[in-house]
Each structure stands twice: as C-alpha cells, then as structure tokens.
C-alpha cells in the first residue's frame, strides 16, 4: 500500500511566522502535489514537484514556497504565515505512469491566529 | 483559467434512494477520475475514464464520461449510509497529464 505521510495533523500558528508543513512517501513516486481544501472550493493546486530538486507553481502559489531536496520528501513553506492561509493542507504523490492516480496524505490542517 | 464545475454542493437522501453528481469542464479532458472524502478522512481513489462515452461499475456506483469529453457523472444506486462523505471529481486537461483540475465536490448525507 502506498504511504503518504504528513508530519502533523493541527497546527497553530502565529501571523508572520515561518511555517513548515512536511509530506513523505514511501513508494518511489517521482510526482507530488501541495492542495489546500476549502469548503465549497474543492482541492485547489499550490505547487507540484515532477521530480527532485524540480518544481512547478499551480494555481494559488502566492505566499507559498516549496523544496524536494530528496525524492521522497515535499515541504511546503509559508514564509510569512497570514489569517487567510488557514486552511486543510494536503499532500499527495504520484507515479509517472500512465495513469495518473494521486495517492493522498491525511492532511493537515493548519489555523494561523 | 480551466475549471471543472461540480453540482450539486450538498444532496441529503433518505437510505435506500438514489444519487447523482455531475462534473462539467470548460475545456476537453484527457481522462476524468473521482474520488471520495470520508468525513475527516483524506481523499481515496475510485476510478479513471479515459475513452469518450466510457461507462464503468463499481457495485452501486456507475460512472460515465460524456462523448465530448468534458462531462461526468457518478450514480450511485441505493444509498447506504456506507456512503456518507464528499465525492470529487478531478480532470485531466489535455496537455496537462501532471495536473488534475478538481471539481468542488459533492456532500451526500445519507439518512437512515
């Protein structure tokens, strides 16, 4: 079974921090995915890595960074975090395959005070 | 931008009844796949159509892509309340194999 794993499941965070929100897999997936879920606005896309040390903006980059310095790990960086980036954050990978399934983590959900 | 629309947000059925969800893209799709959100829990996988007209089953669950290719809908027969919890739909546009796009999905409330 595919293993998707965030590193927390609630955070509590202060505007203008730096914040940190870890993602690993452990099935060799070249592919992987930052969403952030919100009520009536479905999984919206922040940034994708195709693979290591490579990495692609989606649709709501803004405030976001990323890094995939080993393949199996995706962080996703608030450099600066604001109220309105509280959010469900999840994480998922992909194999580069012909299908195109995305495995998903249990989220995190991350509320900035 | 591209956009998959999802209806309907919310559908409360009694047990036993039927349910539908539909999913319209702006732009023509390379395959489609739908996913289901337990309350609390992450999204899982169901299944991917990628032909034009494809109609699969899962037990109560029938999913079909439109001929055109930007359209699809997941039926499900007989509500049980098994199947509580939020179903997504998620686009591949064309030329876009790395992305899927997500609809806003759909909260189905099942009553006994």
């Known amino acids: 079974d595919v293993k998707v794993t965030q590193s927390s499941r609630y955070l509590v965070k202060r505007t203008g921090e730096k914040v ?74 992909r194999k580069r395959t012909s299908t195109n399934i995305q495995y998903f983590g249990a989220g995190t959900r991350l509320s900035v005070l | 931008g591209q956009q998959v629309m999802q209806i309907p ?27 289901k959100q337990r309350p609390g829990g992450h999204p899982v996988f169901l299944i991917q159509l990628v032909k034009s007209g494809e109609v699969k089953k899962q037990k109560r669950l029938t999913f079909q892509f439109g001929e055109a290719k930007k359209n699809s809908s997941l039926h499900i027969t007989a509500t049980q309340t098994t199947d509580v919890g939020t179903y997504f739909c998620a686009g591949s546009p064309r030329g876009g194999y790395n992305k899927l796009i997500f609809g806003a999905g759909t909260r189905l409330a099942v009553h006994p």
């Open chain 1, 20 to 93: 940190f929100l870890e993602c690993v897999q452990d099935m060799d997936h070249e592919n992987m995915f930052w969403y952030r879920q919100d009520p009536g606005l479905g999984l919206r896309l922040i940034y994708f890595s195709y693979d290591v040390k490579m990495k692609e903006k989606g649709d709501i980059p803004e405030g976001y960074s990323v890094s995939r310095e080993k393949k199996e790990r995706f962080s996703l960086i608030l450099e600066s975090a604001s109220t309105n980036q509280t959010s469900m954050y999840l994480c998922a990978s």
């Open chain 2, 9 to 35: 947000q919310y559908q409360h059925v009694q047990e036993g009844e039927d349910f539908t969800t539909y999913c319209n893209s702006s732009t023509t799709l390379s395959n489609i796949q739908w996913y």
